[in-house]
């Protein structure tokens, strides 16, 4: 399995106006298959139950495998079998498992590692409905997506989704001098923020920080109050254990923030 194919995703889009410390919202109008099937596979040294150069382990790699999946008619469901004749039906659920913008710093990344400029982040979020916040490095932003995944299960503990080609349609908004430094997912009914990190409670960490921010500046609660809440109210899903940095997912309801101030 050759990394350096992975996530294949157009060139960055240079949007005119933006600035460092803005913020670009991206709203994800559609997010549909664009084929009647999608692939999934298992590569050598790569997957959370394996060794890598992080967790070397004397053991054989699996072998390089790969699953055909067929979308049934109305594309709710789809359809994969193995070798030995078992069969098994996945809910679609389509999202795009990359879509970030040009990291700080001029730092450069492959499109395996996310990061707080988004990026891989493999978060079933990121669809339509949807609409994600990111913070603007370079000027231009560069956006970029791509990496589509038509399901996943949480952690993504193989390296890969039911994957294949996208239609996608996007919406982009500029925020003038507000910055995003965790990225942010938004709908009419909860926030949700995206940590990077690695070993996965620093994921968490910053998810959860973000979190909490967010909640004191809309409630007007202090730091001790907003910890407390954000600790009884919030789901925190693993989303991907696989990547150079991990992901964690940390979501409340919007309703039920006391005050609801808007910051």
Request: charged share 25%.
């Amino acid at each position: 399995m050759q990394r350096e194919y992975d996530n294949p995703q157009p060139r960055p889009f240079y949007n005119q106006g933006d600035e460092i410390s803005d913020t670009i919202a991206v709203h994800l109008l559609k997010v549909e298959p664009a084929r009647s099937y999608a692939v999934s596979s298992a590569g050598p040294g790569f997957g959370a139950l394996v060794g890598t150069d992080r967790t070397a382990m004397l053991a054989a790699d699996l072998p390089e495998t790969t699953w055909r999946y067929d979308l049934d008619a109305d594309r709710r469901t789809a359809r994969a079998s193995s070798r030995d004749g078992h069969t098994w039906e996945v809910p679609l659920a389509p999202f795009l498992g990359c879509l970030g913008v040009a990291p700080a710093a001029a730092e450069v990344r492959s499109t395996i590692v996310p990061g707080p400029f988004g990026g891989n982040m493999d978060c079933p979020e990121v669809r339509a409905g949807n609409t994600v916040f990111l913070g603007v490095n370079v000027p231009g932003a560069l956006l970029s997506f791509g990496d589509g995944h038509y399901a996943m299960g949480d952690g993504e503990i193989m390296g890969a989704a039911i994957e294949g080609a996208m239609n996608v349609e996007v919406l982009v908004e500029l925020a003038k001098h507000q910055a995003t430094p965790v990225p942010r997912i938004e709908n009419a009914d909860e926030v949700m923020f995206v940590g990077s990190g690695r070993p996965l409670e620093d994921a968490a960490r910053v998810a959860f920080k973000a979190m909490i921010d967010w909640v004191r500046e809309r409630s007007g609660m202090t730091d001790l109050d907003s910890y407390q809440f954000v600790s009884q109210v919030a789901r925190a899903p693993i989303i991907q254990l696989v990547d150079p940095e991990y992901t964690v997912l940390v979501k409340i309801e919007k309703q039920r923030v006391p005050g609801s101030r808007r910051a």
